[in-house]
């Protein structure tokens, strides 16, 4: 099955600091990259996204990186704040695939005050 | 705007039976998608809806079906239910269909299958 393979598990950053999140996939035919942020109670909600004919996106605090050739992605999040303590997962998919997403595993992030 | 509504939100069957849940997409919405969510296996695609078709389907065994109706609602039915299939059972929706990423999820419903 098609993969995408998310790290670390969890992460704890101090307030102000950068949160790192990287994530790798198999299939070349993967053309949408999307960032869901999840809360504790709730279902993920869409953070952020790239599509691979840029290799970065930027918006207010969170920067998508994307290395095509290494096929792998990251999310950053600066200036990390307790509010952004969440899970994160990124997402791919393919264009003739509708909506369907393969997910990676999800990171726990903690931003500790 | 109304976000997309999941009934029940909580449920309890016992293995053996069935089970069906409920999802109301937000207003204009046209796809629905069904995703499973476990510690264990994380987020996985069941199955989407598009105009009262399915468009794709995960990797699940015909136990998990699903439908759509004429106004977008949409319910999937979880047969001979085992233990395996307590999750979180999100449901997503989408203006269109064929552009992956920006969907809409509901707060989800979860099942204990004891």
């Known amino acids: 099955q098609q993969q995408v393979k998310q790290s670390p598990q969890s992460l704890i950053v101090q307030k102000g600091g950068i949160s790192i999140i990287n994530c790798a996939y198999e299939n070349t035919a993967f053309d949408y990259f999307p960032w869901y942020q999840q809360f504790p109670g709730k279902g993920p909600a869409l953070l952020i996204a790239?599509?691979?004919?840029?290799s970065e996106k930027k918006e207010g605090r969170f920067t998508i990186s994307f290395n095509k050739s290494a096929k792998q992605f990251s999310l950053h999040i600066m200036d990390s704040q307790p509010g952004d303590s969440a899970t994160y997962f990124c997402?791919?998919?393919?264009?003739?695939?509708?909506?369907?997403?393969?997910f990676g595993g999800g990171t726990r992030l903690m931003v500790k005050p | 705007k109304a976000g997309v509504t999941q009934t029940p939100r909580y449920l309890i069957k016992t293995r053996g039976q069935q089970v069906t849940l409920s999802c109301s997409p937000i207003?204009?919405?046209?796809?629905v998608s069904w995703y499973q969510q476990t510690p264990g296996q994380g987020l996985q695609f069941l199955f989407e809806?598009?105009?009262?078709?399915?468009?794709n389907k995960g990797n699940f065994p015909g136990r998990f079906s699903g439908r759509q109706f004429s106004n977008s609602r949409s319910e999937m039915n979880v047969s001979t239910l085992e233990l395996g299939d307590s999750a979180l059972y999100l449901c997503?929706?989408?203006?269109?269909?064929?552009?992956?990423?920006?969907?809409?999820f509901g707060e989800g419903s979860r099942l204990t299958v004891l």
């Open positions: 997402a791919a998919s393919r264009s003739n695939s509708g909506n369907m997403l393969t």
């Open positions: 790239i599509r691979p004919d840029v």
């Open positions: 207003s204009g919405h046209r796809s």
């Open positions: 997503a929706s989408s203006l269109v269909q064929g552009f992956a990423g920006e969907l809409f």
């Open positions: 809806y598009f105009s009262e078709t399915q468009r």
